[in-house]
């Protein structure tokens, strides 16, 4: 054994001393970088000073021993440096040592680079070189940990942001995730459809108000810290409309579909409403400002608002990213919640326009009707009902339900209703208009069966006949309670399957004929025997001739509750005279 002053040294691996020193000789003495050479074995052949100061031990303590023995650390990375020996491909790893201290901060790292040494056509060991790298893995350590933390923030914030698809709720989420989250207040800005504005459409469908005129944001939702009440009196609540003048943070991060961050202390005033805002802000103690637009599909719906106030610090670029992404999801969610309420909205005018009060009414017979949308999120469904004059003095009333909810339930309800009415010009009986329905929706391909019930009554006869496709059963209000007809009941309509059956039931003045859908009974996980019964165990009905007062008393006792959409029909003969 040789070594080599002042504290490097090498050991003969048995190569000459030419072809070693050759070797050795490669590696700068005065390197800040610390330089080694293993065997085979992975003992040490040759260290230099920077290594042993590395290390923390002698280049005598090296030599010849191997390198899990020096460094017991280092026997995690053994099988990385015998692949090395293996197939020869250059590895780095990176080590922490001469330090056990719990700190990240004041912990050191080292990166090594291993290459295999091949001599003569024979593998000989493995050359290395090892330098400190400690002020950048950490920030690579710190820059994982905030990944993580990032990470988990935005799977809270899709876990918190849209739960439902109401507009409000969903910017109420997104404000109230913000703070403290990413801010000390937020608001959320929309553009109101309601507002009229000058020009054309500016970049990604944003408006662009006429030079000179503000544009117009509607504050949907706001949150803030507790203690922030000087704050919050000095900025507009949810629901009213600002203005933002050209050149402000609103209209900038608009245009540029970017996000805009502000200095509130140093930026210089700007004449109209948002100097005073911003004087507000200052007194309050706010110092920061960053708006992120919320765009989906292409569509700027707004703007997201955040400040800071007091001690919490300025906004960051990371600060920024962690907004912008966060508000891109929001905007998802924000962005179904429109497009839900524009598709519910354009439903209930349809459906609207097409249930009203029955026309053409007859002298001899009295109709009223109610309909009523089920739930807080008012999902309009394919409930639908008709009455239409017949020939011969007769009256068609129908009452039907398409399956499924929202614009295309209310779609496919106009048009059962509109071939309802071809149908019956023909003058058939319920169940031959049942079955000619069944056959034109089949053939049509509608991708929604509905059930229907027809009652067609002759007052001259003083009777009713009545057929059902796969529709709950009328009801018959008498002086004595309610009870339910015995109708056969077919296959809903759409299906194919035909088979129905009418059948005729006397009609004399006074009692009432109640059609309804299954809203009005049906709640989920009850038998529909149950359900049924809670509509003829009605309390008495109150006394009178109006029949409006009926269903609103029905309503009222079947209504609360109610999972789906409701429609109901009464009906009773007039004495003639």
Not at 272 to 291: N, T, V, W
Request: aromatic share 4%.
């Amino acid at each position: 054994m040789t070594t080599r002053p002042p504290a490097s040294g090498h050991l003969d691996a048995g190569a000459d001393d030419g072809e070693f020193a050759r070797v050795a000789g490669e590696f700068a003495a005065s390197s800040s970088a610390g330089l080694l050479i293993l065997d085979r074995e992975l003992r040490y052949l040759h260290v230099n000073e920077a290594l042993t100061q590395i290390n923390g031990v002698s280049a005598a303590d090296h030599l010849g021993r191997q390198a899990s023995d020096v460094m017991p650390l280092l026997a995690k990375d053994e099988p990385v440096l015998r692949a090395v020996l293996a197939d020869g491909r250059t590895r780095e790893l990176i080590s922490s040592r001469g330090t056990h201290d719990a700190d990240m901060d004041s912990r050191r790292y080292w990166l090594g680079v291993y290459d295999r040494w091949e001599a003569d056509g024979e593998v000989r060991g493995i050359v290395g070189v090892v330098v400190e790298v400690s002020p950048a893995y950490r920030r690579s350590l710190n820059d994982d940990r905030d990944d993580q933390l990032r990470l988990g923030l935005f799977d809270a914030a899709r876990e918190r942001i849209g739960t439902t698809l109401d507009r409000e709720t969903t910017c109420a989420e997104l404000a109230a995730f913000a703070v403290p989250l990413l801010a000390d207040w937020a608001a959320v800005d929309l553009l109101p459809e309601y507002v009229s504005f000058e020009g054309g459409q500016g970049r990604a469908g944003v408006p662009e108000p006429a030079r000179g005129t503000p544009l117009l944001l509607r504050r949907e939702a706001v949150a803030g810290v507790p203690g922030l009440r000087r704050v919050n009196e000095a900025l507009n609540g949810a629901g009213t409309v600002l203005e933002h003048e050209p050149g402000s943070a609103g209209v900038r991060v608009l245009e540029q579909v970017r996000a805009v961050r502000e200095d509130y202390r140093t930026m210089a005033a700007r004449p109209g409403a948002a100097a005073a805002r911003i004087a507000a802000y200052r007194a309050a103690g706010a110092h920061s400002g960053m708006s992120v637009p919320l765009v989906a599909r292409g569509r700027t719906l707004g703007v997201l608002t955040l400040m800071r106030v007091g001690r919490s610090p300025g906004f960051t670029d990371r600060d920024e990213v962690t907004a912008r992404e966060i508000a891109t999801r929001a905007a998802v969610s924000l962005d179904h919640a429109l497009h839900y309420e524009h598709e519910h909205a354009v439903a209930l005018e349809l459906q609207e326009s097409l249930l009203g009060e029955p026309r053409d009414p007859r002298p001899d017979i009295d109709i009223a009707t109610r309909y009523l949308p089920a739930g807080s999120e008012l999902m309009v469904g394919g409930d639908w009902f008709d009455v239409v004059a017949l020939p011969g003095g007769r009256t068609l009333k129908v009452m039907g339900d398409v399956m499924g909810h929202g614009l295309k339930a209310a779609v496919a309800m106009s048009h059962y209703r509109m071939l309802v009415r071809a149908v019956a010009a023909a003058g058939l009986a319920p169940h031959e208009m049942l079955q000619r329905l069944d056959d034109m929706v089949a053939a049509a391909g509608f991708d929604r069966v509905a059930t229907c019930l027809l009652e067609v009554v002759d007052p001259g006869a003083r009777t009713a006949q009545i057929a059902s496709a796969g529709h709950l059963p009328p009801a018959l209000v008498e002086p004595g309670g309610i009870r339910l007809l015995d109708v056969p009941v077919g296959p809903p309509l759409g299906t194919g399957a035909g088979g129905y059956t009418s059948t005729t039931v006397p009609r004399v003045p006074g009692p009432v004929m109640l059609l309804y859908t299954d809203g009005l009974v049906e709640r989920r996980g009850e038998d529909i025997d149950a359900s049924l019964r809670r509509l003829t165990e009605l309390p008495p009905v109150p006394d009178g001739d109006d029949l409006g007062v009926l269903l609103d008393h029905v309503l009222d006792h079947l209504g609360p509750g109610a999972q789906d959409d409701i429609a109901v029909m009464a009906s009773r003969l007039l004495p003639r005279g």
